[in-house]
């Protein structure tokens, strides 16, 4: 069975830093891509960044490029985010999102972690 | 960067009869593969969002056949053929088709 657990969601104030973690079971990681979306509260989604199977390859939404980098290890089957300079537009729940085989959507969704910047 | 525009905002919605989604893009997203790079995920109250269609009219795996996706291009139909009580929560459109990922502001289906 497919499983994805993030963690790391906490109260932290503007100009702060969290990192969040994307661990994950049921599937091989390495093969596939992974991203982080999320949702202000009320809000609908919006994607936040993308990384490939092997990780090379990384893309941002421009409001939190620079500030926030995503990364993965494969060995441990992990994804991160790890946010810095945070703005109170950065608070919402955070999903981190299974890329399928062939790239084209979100098979699998975590059930979220809640970033609050106050 | 694209922009998705779905209709209506909200959709009042009686059991065992259709309902319909309307999404737009800016831009085409039709593929030079012939696929076009549109999702539409459910996201129920209280839950995490959950797949339904993909490549615009793919249903993914465990979807009611009463879900259907069509359309091409710039223009985008999610169809539910007999709407079960199950069906509510906020439907969401979106593209992959380029950075950064767009969805739309989503479509609230509730029963009346």
């Known amino acids: 069975e497919v499983q994805l657990l993030e963690s790391g969601g906490d109260l932290v104030q503007p100009g702060g830093s969290l990192r969040l973690s994307c661990t994950v079971s049921?599937?091989?990681?390495?093969?596939?891509?992974m991203n982080w979306v999320r949702q202000a509260p009320g809000k609908g989604l919006e994607w936040v960044s993308s990384?490939?199977?092997?990780?090379?390859?990384?893309y941002y939404l421009d409001s939190v490029k620079g500030r926030f980098t995503i990364s993965r290890d494969n060995l441990k089957n992990t994804m991160y985010l790890q946010m810095n300079s945070l703005r109170a537009e950065d608070t919402a729940v955070y999903y981190c999102?299974?890329?399928?085989?062939?790239?084209?959507?979100?098979?699998?969704w975590g059930q979220g972690t809640l970033v609050t910047v106050s | 960067d694209i922009v998705m525009t779905q209709s209506p905002l909200s959709l009042p919605v009686t059991p065992g009869e259709p309902a319909s989604i309307s999404c737009r893009s800016s831009?085409?997203?039709?593929?030079?593969?012939?696929?076009?790079?549109l999702d539409w995920y459910l996201q129920r109250p209280g839950q995490s969002p959950q797949p339904l269609i993909y490549l615009g009219s793919n249903r993914a795996s465990g979807v009611p056949d009463r879900f259907s996706g069509s359309g091409s291009g710039t223009d985008f139909t999610l169809k539910i053929s007999r709407v079960e009580a199950e069906d509510v929560g906020v439907y969401y459109c979106?593209?992959?088709?380029?950075?950064?990922?767009?969805f739309g502001g989503g479509t609230k289906v509730e029963i009346k």
């Open positions: 831009q085409s997203l039709l593929h030079r593969s012939g696929n076009n790079y």
């Open positions: 999102a299974k890329v399928d085989g062939n790239g084209v959507y979100y098979d699998y």
């Open positions: 990384i490939s199977g092997g990780g090379s390859n990384t």
């Open positions: 049921g599937f091989t990681f390495s093969t596939y891509a």
């Open positions: 979106m593209q992959v088709l380029q950075t950064p990922l767009t």
